[in-house]
């Protein structure tokens, strides 16, 4: 093969790159606005109905919870992205396009979810959530903003700055507010007297 033939093959693979990427990008974007409709059709506030602006709450325990941009469960979605990522890593026949529209999905699923009525209940008679109401949609649009975010940092630093990141968000939360994703997932599925009671307190 000769120089200019080793030359088109290049120029040729760049561009397939770029068609790639776009096409990925574009499909991302569609599955964010799809997630943004549904949310919408289901009767989902855009923006905390208190009508503040600020971008954050703290507080876990007002109205505010779930509503603004970032809040402290933004660290746990932070955790659902590095969890997607080494969990679809080990998926045979995936490449890394697909594991990342597959991530994105997933988040992008469970905030419809976790905004149905079913589950709103649930969190409210088994977690320490008594007040929950659901998400505000940027609220759900930064969340699934966060798990792209631990998704990018597990694929591009060693396995352990992922289990360092994991370990110190959850103890971090879990001094913070008294929960975390572990103890989130564990009320929501098999709810614990006694950490309610710890939790509440």
């Known amino acids: 093969m000769n120089a200019s033939s080793s030359e088109t093959l290049e120029v040729a693979d760049d561009r397939f790159q770029k068609d790639r990427s776009w096409?990925?990008?574009?499909?991302?974007?569609l599955i964010v606005v799809g997630m943004v409709l549904v949310l919408a059709g289901m009767g989902r506030w855009f923006w905390c109905e208190c009508g503040s602006w600020v971008p954050w709450s703290w507080d876990i325990w007002t109205a505010h919870n779930s509503q603004h941009l970032i809040d402290?469960?933004?660290?746990?979605?932070?955790l659902h992205g590095?969890?997607?990522?080494?969990?679809?890593?080990?998926?045979?026949?995936?490449?890394?396009?697909?594991?990342?529209?597959?991530?994105?999905?997933?988040?992008?699923?469970?905030?419809?979810l976790e905004n149905s009525p079913?589950?709103?209940?649930?969190?409210?008679?088994a977690t320490m959530a008594v007040g929950y109401t659901g998400d505000s949609i940027a609220n759900s649009v930064t969340d699934v903003a966060a798990c792209m975010l631990g998704y990018w940092?597990?694929?591009?630093?060693?396995?352990?700055?992922?289990v360092a990141l994991f370990v110190v968000s959850e103890?971090?939360?879990?001094?913070?507010?008294?929960?975390n994703l572990l103890l989130n997932v564990l009320m929501l599925v098999s709810p614990i007297p006694a950490i309610q009671e710890w939790q509440s307190g």
């Open 72 to 78: 402290p469960y933004f660290f746990s979605h932070v």
């Open 171 to 179: 103890i971090l939360m879990l001094l913070m507010i008294r929960d």
């Open 23 to 29: 096409t990925v990008a574009w499909i991302a974007g």
């Open 82 to 112: 590095v969890l997607f990522y080494w969990a679809l890593r080990w998926v045979p026949r995936l490449n890394r396009s697909q594991c990342l529209l597959i991530a994105l999905g997933l988040e992008a699923s469970w905030e419809i």
């Open 153 to 162: 940092f597990s694929s591009r630093f060693p396995w352990r700055w992922s």
């Open 118 to 125: 079913l589950i709103i209940e649930r969190y409210r008679e």
